[in-house]
């Protein structure tokens, strides 16, 4: 038995992956490839350059499920994805 929960959802043009296991959450937003972790540091946070995945800037929430509802908030609101809009939103 897997304790893996993955979901998945299309809110216009993107795509939301969410991902938990026991280890901690992921949220990818497709096609920017913007990938929002708790992995290897502990604290939540975004990698907001996909061509340089070691850059990560912390964000200030922890919960999987928040991080994602405001992630969806603002692609339902928003006519134009913008990483640094969406992280001001996350801090």
Same mark, same amino acid.
């Given at each position: 038995m897997s304790r893996k929960t993955q979901d998945k959802t299309s809110i216009? /043009? +993107?795509i939301l992956y969410k991902v938990k296991t %026991? !280890?901690?959450w992921s949220i990818v937003i497709m096609p920017d490839n913007i990938l929002i972790d708790n992995y290897h540091i502990g +604290?939540?946070?975004i990698h907001p350059d %996909?061509?340089?995945h070691v850059v990560k800037?912390?964000?200030g929430f922890d /919960?999987? /499920?928040k991080v994602f509802e405001i992630i969806k /908030?603002?692609? !339902?609101v928003s006519k134009v994805f913008d990483v640094e809009e969406?992280?001001?939103m996350l801090k």
């Open positions: 216009g /043009d +993107k %026991p !280890n901690g +604290k939540a946070h %996909p061509q340089n800037v912390e964000i /919960d999987c /499920d /908030d603002y692609l !339902n969406l992280l001001e």
